[in-house]
């Protein structure tokens, strides 16, 4: 049997009925990623004599009958900006290479008290900077549907390794968009939870008022599954004092009768690929089919959220790496003149272009003259763009619209900027800009066989709604059951 | 708005990074890009609305004044670069 | 011309909160290099800053202590600067909304009041430490202190010399001792204080170029490097130039001040709101609540001690220059009704000898219960000044029962009649020369003879009886 291929509660289901052992599942996903790795790139980092021996244990503990949790003895892998106490965590920059944290991200514990199995550390952008994985230190993340094409960024590394199966689930972050592009590129579903809903202690910040951890899984019952592990209030970090948590396995039913649903009009008028635009639509109508009440929506000041989201963003970035100046952690120059020279050579040679541009960018922003015209005003439209959704999840349970305008594009086909960036942003920003949930789920393909994703935003703390009609629509469609076809070997 | 040589050497001040001049060039160009690509905020009306900073209604949350252990020096200091004595070193500072 | 001096100070005082203010590390001074830190206050990758309570809540305490209308709403921002001993390169401090504003604080120099503006007071977090001297080529950091709380006071620009940021900075520290928010310490580096000083020709409204100086490490730094600063603006005026706008550092040692950097360039630290940390609202019942653990402040307390224990202006201003000096001093008057008598105790041998020994007052090993025991001895006759004085020396070094080291020492008071004339008997057999120039009319030889029989007694005798009997005795 192909244990790899299996989600995580099939895998549950045969374990329970000692059909499997932990060993043999994480042995099934170590030799997939041994197979397929050397192609798709995920990892940077791989634990896999850890891994092998945390099964060994389990399987031991398993044996005296303990009662263990549902998420024990899975594999799962983490994208590398989420510290991992023991195991280096590099953020995909030549600035942390060598940097071992010694402490854990407290959704990383969660995940790790249940007794998951580590397989390794995912390859993302340089800082979560990036659309392609282009700007990592260490390499390229390839698409598992097409090995010439992009996974998505900046979380490629857990989208691409969920959907060749490499691991069963995957940790991601998400400031702008990255865990949902790159979800919707490999054709997985990925869950952006409400600000504040998931701690991001222990998350290397980008972006700290937008910065959120969610899963990337292989369907939407896993996804609820890992989101009810790792979600909740936790004292390290004060943003997460308000989570409120549900029962979010329990809220997966097939039923969506009665709830309303609103098509985010500007998201099709210009700017998105023609299958991404009837893929979508169609979806709509699935849902309207299973029903649904859906009505077009208009939101006009969502087209500012890109800009507002990339001022935000990038104020909070030039302050947030500052700390990287060589002194207490991370890579320093070898050889430098004085102080001055040791910032800047150290920074210099330590970060890529994509940084320094964001943190120039931000410097930019904040700078006296310029902070009122761009930092204070992005800061404004947010709350314009927020006041526009608060007012529409009155009326609506869920908004739909498309994750990307595009489909996952060929290595080299579009420059990686901070500009391009900006305009992937465009569905995926206002969500992070506002601290909505929004969820990712597969709705179709396009073309050229690439996964299309279908996004929904709903209102905070409303993901048990969200998964819930991920969960219809996806009861009642097999666009999550298909995988890349590519043959490797 | 266009972002000039100038402030890129400002900005690369700020930040502490040293470019070359084409370097200087290449993030000019690139700023200037993104400077006017966001330059929508600032046609936008704002006029009355207050900012938001935080985008959820978290509050007052604090921890109490108590002491926890500290981490290990040595465990501290694993990952700095140059330690002496303790303590991290850097090139003589003058004040 | 006549120039006058305008200054403003910049206080920054750590709060004496057990843990640090984002994190739980221990803030105890004096600790082996980086063993009080952790990945917060290293500004290790991904952890998050957490509000200590007490420090906001002594942050308030203090505004209420100095008049100040607290805010309602605030929050934290961030203060960005690369240095080696901020491992953020961002200090996590208040630009826009501190926690304080508008507050005062009324001074008494040369006997006259005057009434110096309090402009802020905000909530910060303090830097490492910078260690120079060890290596020639190289500078240690330690991050022990960073993020020990700090308050940072800034006044208006209403001193108007060299004296009056003195007694400002003596009157501060009282206060903030009394409400006990900081211990001030400012050879700890516990209070410290910059200041911002301009001269303008007299009568002129407008404002002078000022210079910041830095590193003043006591308040004799303060007065000294004001001087300095103010005869050395005042040279440059009446030749002819003009003041830099610069921020200059103190050398006391050399007892001059040189320029650090010039300030046209002023630095922009691009502040921005904190992201990591929640807003904070204060409501009036938890500012009320605040007030009512501030004690009863130096300057009420000393009008008080006038009113109410009849005590000349000097003794009150003394005894509420500490509050456990006021504290000490209320104690013993609830045992004992003559504030007077007991002011002159604390005042004189009390106040010696705790400079002396340069010891806390908290520390001295008299109690209240056992000065008290020592003034009654001496009212019930049973001890004479004198001697009081030594036992009060010995209560001072063995905190023993003044009773019990009378009782010890044999130094009770010698009253008994008979024993008293056969001793004064014999002085006078000793002395025949001064009995005889007091027959002849030299009154003062009763002294002599009073001080003889004092010495003869071991300073026993009761002083009374003893002039008593020799006048007797010198009759017959």
């Known amino acids: 049997m192909e244990l790899y291929k299996l989600t995580v509660h099939e895998a549950v289901d045969l374990i329970n009925k000692k059909e499997v052992t932990y060993q043999q599942i994480v042995q099934s996903a170590l030799q997939q990623i041994h197979e397929v790795d050397k192609d798709v790139k995920a990892f940077i980092t791989l634990t896999d004599e850890r891994a092998l021996e945390d099964s060994r244990q389990l399987d031991a503990v398993k044996a005296d009958e303990e009662g263990l949790s549902v998420l024990a003895g899975i594999p799962f892998g983490v994208e590398d900006n989420i510290c991992t106490q023991g195991v280096r965590t590099t953020c995909a920059s030549k600035m942390l290479d060598n940097f071992v944290p010694p402490y854990s991200a407290t959704a990383f514990s969660r995940i790790a008290r249940q007794r998951g199995v580590l397989m390794g550390k995912l390859n993302t952008d340089e800082f979560s900077m990036g659309l392609t994985t282009e700007t990592s230190y260490f390499h390229e993340t390839r698409n598992p549907w097409d090995l010439n094409r992009i996974a998505g960024g900046a979380s490629a590394g857990a989208a691409a390794a969920v959907a060749a199966d490499e691991v069963f689930y995957a940790l991601a972050t998400d400031t702008g968009g990255s865990l949902r592009r790159a979800a919707a590129f490999c054709g997985v579903v990925g869950l952006k939870p409400t600000y504040g809903m998931v701690s991001r202690y222990g998350v290397i910040s980008s972006g700290s008022s937008m910065d959120q951890v969610g899963p990337i899984a292989k369907n939407v019952k896993d996804c609820a599954l890992v989101f009810q592990a790792i979600a909740g209030s936790d004292k390290a970090d004060p943003m997460t004092a308000t989570a409120r948590v549900a029962d979010y396995v329990g809220a997966l039913a097939d039923d969506i009768k009665g709830l309303r649903i609103g098509l985010l009009r500007e998201c099709f008028d210009k700017g998105i690929d023609k299958d991404v635009k009837e893929a979508v639509l169609n979806a709509a109508k699935t849902l309207e089919g299973l029903g649904a009440h859906v009505e077009e929506i208009s939101l006009p000041s969502v087209e500012l959220a890109p800009a507002a989201h990339c001022v935000i963003l990038s104020a909070e970035v030039s302050s947030n790496l500052g700390r990287y100046d060589g002194i207490k952690y991370g890579y320093r120059v070898e050889r430098c003149q004085d102080l001055d020279d040791l910032y800047k050579k150290t920074r210099t040679q330590g970060f890529g272009d994509e940084v320094k541009l964001r943190v120039m960018l931000g410097t930019y922003a904040l700078s006296a003259g310029n902070y009122e015209r761009y930092y204070l005003q992005a800061l404004k439209v947010r709350t314009i763009i927020k006041a526009e959704l608060e007012k529409a999840f009155e009326k609506f349970d869920a908004v739909v619209l498309p994750t990307c305008s595009t489909t996952a594009w060929k290595f080299g086909d579009k420059v990686d900027s901070a500009l391009a960036m900006f305009l992937a942003d465009k569905y995926t920003a206002p969500a992070s800009i506002a601290g909505v949930p929004a969820i990712t789920i597969p709705c179709g393909f396009d073309v050229n066989g690439l996964p299309i994703g279908m996004q929904l935003m709903g209102k905070p703390f409303s993901e048990a709604t969200l998964l819930r009609i991920a969960f219809t629509f996806e009861q009642n469609t097999d666009y999550h059951i298909k995988r890349p076809a590519i043959d490797w070997r | 708005m266009e972002i000039t040589v100038k402030d890129v050497e400002y900005l690369a001040e700020a930040a502490k990074f040293e470019f070359t001049e084409d370097e200087k060039q290449k993030f000019a160009q690139a700023l200037s890009d993104v400077i006017n690509a966001v330059d929508v905020l600032a046609q936008t009306d704002t006029q009355g609305v207050q900012p938001t900073i935080y985008v959820i209604s978290v509050k007052n949350v604090f921890r109490e004044d108590e002491v926890l252990p500290s981490m290990d020096r040595d465990i501290l200091l694993k990952n700095a670069a140059d330690v002496q004595d303790g303590c991290y070193r850097v090139p003589k500072v003058v004040e | ?476």
């Open chain 3, 1 to 476: 011309m006549k120039y006058e001096v305008v200054i403003g100070l910049e206080i920054h005082a750590e709060l004496s909160t057990q843990s640090k203010v984002f994190c739980g590390c221990s803030t105890k001074f004096g600790a082996a290099p980086n063993t009080q830190c952790c990945p917060i206050c290293i500004g290790m990758p991904g952890v998050l800053p957490l509000i200590n309570k007490k420090a906001l809540e002594y942050t308030i305490k203090a505004g209420l202590a100095l008049n100040c209308s607290i805010a309602r709403y605030t929050k934290m921002d961030r203060k960005n600067y690369f240095y080696p001993d901020l491992p953020r390169a961002c200090q996590i401090s208040q630009y826009d909304m501190p926690v304080c504003q508008n507050g005062y604080l009324d001074i008494v120099v040369n006997g006259s009041t005057r009434r110096i503006g309090i402009n802020r007071i905000h909530l910060e977090e303090d830097a490492g430490k910078l260690l120079h001297d060890q290596y020639a080529d190289s500078t240690l950091v330690d991050l022990n202190r960073s993020g020990v709380p700090l308050i940072e006071i800034v006044t208006e620009p209403d001193l108007r010399s060299a004296e009056e940021a003195k007694v400002f900075l003596e009157t501060l520290r009282t206060i903030l001792r009394y409400i006990d928010v900081s211990d001030c310490k400012m050879e700890e580096g516990s209070l410290r204080c910059d200041v911002n000083i301009s001269i303008r020709p007299e009568g002129q409204k407008e404002f002078g170029v000022r210079t910041e100086m830095k590193n003043l490490n006591s308040f004799r730094a303060v007065y000294r490097a004001i001087e300095y600063e103010a005869n050395r603006q005042i040279a440059i005026m009446e030749e002819g130039g003009t003041v830099l706008r610069e921020t200059r550092r103190w050398d006391e040692g050399a007892g001059k001040s040189f320029s650090m950097r010039a300030k046209e360039h002023a630095q922009d630290y691009r502040y921005f709101p904190e992201p990591d940390l929640p807003p904070i609202e204060i409501d009036d019942e938890w500012v009320e609540e605040i007030r009512r653990q501030i004690p009863e402040l130096p300057d009420q307390k000393r009008r008080r001690y006038v009113e109410e224990y009849g005590l000349p202006e000097y003794d009150a201003g003394i005894l509420t220059s500490s509050k456990d000096l006021a504290d000490y001093f209320e104690n013993c008057v609830k045992l004992y009704e003559n504030p007077k008598a007991i002011s002159n105790w604390l005042m004189g041998d009390f106040l010696r000898l705790v400079n002396e020994k340069n010891i806390e007052i908290s520390d001295v090993p008299v109690t209240a219960e056992n000065l008290v025991k020592l003034l009654k001895l001496i009212d019930s006759k049973v001890i004479s000044g004198p001697i009081a004085k030594t036992v009060f020396e010995e209560m001072f070094n063995t905190g023993k029962d003044p009773e019990a080291i009378v009782e010890e020492k044999g130094l009770k008071q010698i009253t008994d009649r008979d024993e008293l004339v056969k001793v004064i008997k014999r002085v006078l057999e000793e002395n025949p020369k001064s009995v005889e120039d007091y027959k002849k009319g030299k009154k003062k030889a009763l002294g002599f003879l009073v001080g003889q029989t004092m010495k003869a007694t071991r300073g026993k005798a009761n002083p009374q009886l003893v002039n008593e009997i020799l006048l007797e005795e010198l009759e017959k």
